[in-house]
Structure formats: structure tokens, C-alpha cells
């Protein structure tokens, strides 16, 4: 299976901040990366597929890049409704692995 | 617009089965397949497995290989997780989700249901 590591585990930051979280796979997974926002007591939301591109409807703050095995995401301003925790996933094998997850909070 | 609706909350008793109801509608049913993730209280996100609303095939994690069955009803829209032999770990919440593997060069979950929270408990 593919490991999927994300780090940090949690972050505190304040509103207008930018914040970076790293996703780091195990193995090659040719830009097969998603990043999903989980909101206390909802289900996940999709942000970025492909690892750069951004789906329909989310903000333009949210942006996501690669280099190699490691894939990044950026949020330039942090806004109050960002504060969730976030998943990387690689779509490129069976099974569709997540990493451990990062804690936005605010600081 | 779409929309995933689950199945309400489940409360069991170490070594019986759930089954987890899933209804699509807002979009072609059969265009696109359904996922299962599940989620153990304070915990990461877990995927259990796919299956095809058009022909049925199915693609299961190893953990879960022998415990789990998913079905789908092309009458009703209806996608099921049935999970068996059922342990207090597998106290979690249960979402499906819209796959577009198939569809997309690089394949994601577009739409999430509400979530089905199943308790394990003597």
C-alpha cells in the first residue's frame, strides 16, 4: 500500500495568515493527489484534485503544487471558515490511501 | 443538484452485521461508481471500497476483504455497505462518496453523503 504522510499534524494560526501543509507519498504517484477539508461534524470537501487543480466553487486562496513524491497545500489568507482539519489522498493505486490528517486552529 | 443521502445511525452488538444505505440523486446514477470511507471517532479518514452502479463490480481494501459487501440497486439509486463479524473498532462513522474513477485522468470524490454513525457495543 502507499503511505500517505502529512505533516504538521496541527497548526495555529491567525486569520490573513498563509499556511502550508506537506503531503509526502511512499512511492510515485504521478500527481494522483487530492486534498479534502474536514469541517467538525461534516462530511469532507473536496479542494484540489490532480494535485494543482481546483475544484469548482472553492475559494482561490487554496492552491496545491507538487515536486516529486511531495505535494504541498497553501492557503495565502487563512479566513475564519478554514479552520478545519485537512486530508491528502493518492488516487493512483488500490487502496485509495489518506494521510493522517493536519489540524488548522486558531491561534 | 446532487446529493448522497445515508441511512440513519446504527447501534450493534459485537459479532452482528449493519448495512449502510446510500441514495443518489441530482445525476445520472450509473455514470458514476461510489466509495465508502470511514471515519472511528477522532480519527483519519479510511477507505473501505468501490463499486461500479453500472455493473456491480466491486474493489475492496484487504483489511476488509470477507467482512464487507457492497451492493448497488439501479431501481432506487441505492448503493449498500454491508459489514459483518462486526468488532467495537469498527465503531465509526460511515460516508459514501461519488468516485469518478473511470472518469477522470486523475480520479477524486466530488459529493460525500451526511455520514452514518454505526456503534459497536455490548
Known amino acids: 500500500d502507499i503511505q500517505m504522510t502529512q505533516s504538521p499534524s496541527s497548526l495555529s494560526a491567525s486569520v490573513g495568515d498563509r499556511v502550508t501543509i506537506t503531503c509526502r507519498a511512499s512511492?510515485?504517484?504521478?500527481?494522483?493527489l487530492n486534498w479534502y477539508q474536514q469541517r467538525p461534524g461534516k462530511a469532507p470537501n473536496l479542494l484540489i484534485y490532480?494535485?494543482?487543480s481546483l475544484q469548482s466553487g472553492v475559494p482561490s486562496r487554496f492552491s496545491g503544487s507538487e515536486s516529486g513524491t511531495d505535494f504541498t497545500l497553501t492557503i495565502s489568507s487563512l479566513q475564519p471558515e478554514d479552520f478545519a482539519v485537512y486530508y491528502c489522498?493518492?488516487?493512483?493505486?488500490?487502496?485509495?490511501?489518506f494521510g493522517q490528517g493536519t489540524k488548522v486552529e486558531i491561534k | 443538484q446532487v446529493q448522497l443521502m445515508q441511512s440513519g445511525a446504527e447501534v450493534k452488538k459485537p459479532g452482528a452485521s449493519v448495512k449502510v444505505s446510500c441514495k443518489a440523486s441530482?445525476?445520472?446514477?450509473?455514470?458514476?461508481?461510489i466509495s465508502w470511507v470511514r471515519q472511528a471517532p477522532g480519527q483519519g479518514l479510511e477507505w473501505m471500497g468501490w463499486?461500479?452502479?453500472?455493473?456491480?463490480?466491486?474493489n475492496y481494501a484487504q483489511y476488509f476483504q470477507g467482512r464487507v459487501t457492497m451492493t448497488t440497486d439501479t431501481s432506487t439509486n441505492t448503493t449498500y455497505l454491508d459489514l459483518r463479524s462486526l468488532r467495537s473498532d469498527d465503531t465509526a462513522v460511515y460516508y459514501c462518496?461519488?468516485?469518478?474513477?473511470?472518469?477522470?485522468?486523475?480520479?477524486?470524490?466530488?459529493?460525500w453523503g451526511q455520514g452514518t454513525l454505526v456503534t459497536v457495543s455490548s
Open positions: 462518496a461519488r468516485d469518478t474513477v473511470g472518469l477522470r485522468f486523475h480520479p477524486y470524490f466530488d459529493y
Open positions: 441530482g445525476y445520472r446514477f450509473t455514470s458514476y461508481g
Open positions: 463499486i461500479s452502479t453500472y455493473n456491480g463490480n466491486t
Open positions: 512511492q510515485s504517484i504521478s500527481s494522483h
Open positions: 490532480g494535485a494543482t
Open positions: 489522498q493518492q488516487s493512483y493505486s488500490s487502496p485509495r490511501t
